[in-house]
């Protein structure tokens, strides 16, 4: 064999590193993955939390869509959770208050990850839909927002909390619902966390088709008011939760793109991306930034931890705070005390006795701070 014919030979065995991967060799552990009629379709499995996601389930729906977007034989990417109670809540807050909390730099590693995996969506070549099967909220709702276009059942509802549990939603919140909803209403849902039912998102342009999923007996029921959908999510008084014409609303717009030109989908999404990428791109880094320092403040640990605990979080204990001039940019007060016993500085104002010998300390104003 001639050296040209070896590194023939030893060429031909490389795999090719844009190859697309089997669904079933993904070895993904937060996510359910399938490929079939030119569909990719990437399930957050996390029901257990609502389909909350955690830090790996970031990396791996960057790998899934990544893997969407290089397979030829696949012309739409449909995103959707697991269950008929959420499409996904955003962050797992658990998650957050025992880690990033504690470690407030690792959040901005945490939020690399979070960004590759919306611009994933942003930048994958090919139309995404959002099959909203039920509560859509956080970091879900930014999900949603990432995708092209979006199938909500009509029992589920929108809205974002980060105001509320001590964070901000700048992972595109902030960035896309003033130019998809405009200005007053998106102020409204960051300010104020309203739920926006179905049938208001639709009508608020904030999704593109809804699907009924209440029936009751044979019958599905048009507007749901809240009680039935809560009779149908407790399956009683003869209501219950079904999600066939949400699959097949999404399936009859994914055969309406699979029959549109490939490449003329690809630049006409990279078009109207334009205000999306410009405020994203704007935005996202200080936002990762800042979210990284906030994370060691008093309100994400506080809100974070009421969401966890299951009890209403102490807004107004931390206003008080504000009032008196004690700020929440650290958890126990100014670091402006000293130990006379010890000599230890920089000691909490909050803190009464030393936390290296447990001597009292005096106030900040006895030592002149």
């Known amino acids: 064999m001639t050296k040209t014919q070896r590194k023939q030979s030893v060429s031909a065995k490389e795999p090719d590193v844009l190859a697309p991967m089997a669904p079933q060799a993904a ?87 979070f960004e590759g995996a919306v611009e994933s969506l942003l930048r994958c070549g090919k139309p995404t839909i959002a099959r909203l099967n039920g509560i859509t909220v956080g970091g879900g709702n930014e999900l949603h927002l990432a995708c092209d276009l979006s199938v909500v059942a009509s029992h589920a509802y929108l809205g974002q909390v980060g105001v509320g549990v001590g964070s901000v939603a700048c992972g595109g919140a902030t960035q896309w619902l003033p130019i998809t909803v405009g200005d007053r209403r998106a102020r409204a849902m960051l300010f104020l966390n309203e739920r926006i039912p179905a049938a208001q ?29 809560h009779y149908a999510q407790q399956g009683s008084n003869g209501y219950g939760i079904d999600l066939s014409a949400l699959d097949a609303a999404v399936g009859k717009l994914s055969q309406r793109l699979l029959g549109m030109f490939p490449e003329c989908l690809r630049y006409t999404k990279q078009q109207v991306n334009f205000w999306k990428e410009l405020s994203w791109h ?81 106030s900040s104003k006895t030592l002149g701070a």
């Open 27 to 113: 070895g993904f552990r937060d996510l359910l993955y399938d490929k079939r009629e030119g569909v990719a379709r990437i399930t957050l499995n996390r029901p257990e939390v609502y389909n909350a996601y955690a830090t790996r389930t970031l990396r791996e729906l960057s790998r899934a869509v990544e893997d969407a977007s290089v397979d030829d034989a696949v012309g739409v990417i449909v995103l959707t959770g697991a269950g008929t109670t959420a499409f996904c809540t955003g962050g797992d807050v658990r998650e957050y208050a025992e880690r990033y909390t504690q470690r407030p730099r690792d959040y901005w590693k945490y939020m690399g990850l």
């Open 201 to 229: 998102a639709l009508d608020w342009g904030l999704v593109s088709e809804v699907a009924p999923s209440v029936r009751r007996g044979t019958e599905f029921v048009n507007e749901p008011t809240t009680q039935e959908v």
């Open 282 to 362: 704007s935005t996202v880094g200080h936002g990762r930034e800042w979210l990284s320092l906030h994370f060691a403040n008093r309100e994400p640990h506080e809100g974070m931890s009421a969401f966890v605990e299951k009890r209403p979080p102490d807004v107004p204990g931390l206003r008080r705070r504000l009032a008196e001039g004690k700020g929440g940019e650290f958890l126990y007060g100014r670091p402006v005390r000293q130990c006379r016993r010890c000599g230890a500085r920089g000691l909490p104002e909050d803190f009464e006795f030393c936390g290296r010998c447990g001597a009292p300390i005096l």
